[in-house]
């Protein structure tokens, strides 16, 4: 990966690249982001910046999820980012490296025979998280800043970020993504405020587009919405998906902790939503209704919440040859099914969940 860390590092070699990133440096931290609706303005000498840079090793820099350092990195992406396009940000590019690498987990469901043999899958998972040792202190961690009538809302929020940010992935999707039966209000609760909605979200509903920009004036919640943009985007009208549903998953599950943390809206079904309104648009109406639909109707993000969820079921109703075991998921991996339009009926019928088993 070119990381914009030592990008950055061997532009300071060069005192012309070097004198050029302090100046973008300086243009950047004076000009607010715009809007995707707005037209940016950039002073003549900035953009000249901008074009000395096009040809170094910045351009093209990327950031990790999980680096250290990581808000720096963002920060020299957003100073640079302008480069590419000469003052317009490039909304639909995510700074963050577009690689999938997954590791089989580690699963003992011989522990869980502690639980009522009919205990929801949503407590189940928990368990699972009890047992590991890393999983349980994060997620009592967030579960702690969280909780109380004096939360402190920045403060679970950042939590909340860390355990998403550091559990293992199996881990982090499990607890989110379980799977509830219809009627099953209590998984659902349980499910539903795994995101704690009492704290972790704002006592009063903003205007989604004040969200936003809310959001674009941080460069991590910016990197986790364009990341987001990028992945979970419905390429047309038939809702064909830009990247697989593992990446969608996992820059959806980025943006919690964030300003734009989204959540289920209830505790009977998944659909999921952000925490914003769009009274008082103006004539913007349109704009704000499409960035709230982009989560509450983006066929990309329901089919896979709803592929993870019937994942996570079959681990709990298989006749597994040992009890304890490696898994992982292959989710709509194939390039060649991606090109093809998007029909719910025919979508879940035609992507078999993999699972990859090797017994330890």
Known sequence: MNSCLQARRKCQADPIC????????????????????????????CLEAAQQLRNSSLIGCMCHRRMKNQVAC????????????LGNYELDVSPYEDTVTSKPWKMNLSKLNMLKPDSDLCLKFAMLCTLNDKCDRLRKAYGEACSGPHCQRHVCLKQLLTFFEKAAEPHAQGLLLCPCAPNDRGCGERRRNTIAPSCALPPVAPNCLELRRLCFSDPLCRSRLVDFQTHCHPMDILGTCATEQSRCLRAYLGLIGTAMTPNFVSNVNTSVALSCTCRG?????????????????????TEAIAAKMRFHSQLFYQDWPHPTFAVMAHQNENRALRSQPWVPSLFSCTLPLILLLSLW
């Open 18 to 45: 070097s004198a050029a990133y302090h100046h973008l440096d300086s243009c950047t931290s004076s000009i607010s982001a715009p809007l995707p609706s707005e037209e940016p303005s950039v002073p003549e000498d």
């Open 281 to 301: 648009s103006g004539n913007l109406q349109e704009e704000c209704e499409q960035l709230e639909g982009f989560f509450s109707h983006n066929p990309c993000l």
């Open 74 to 85: 963002l920060d020299i992406y957003w100073t640079v980012h302008r480069a590419r396009s």
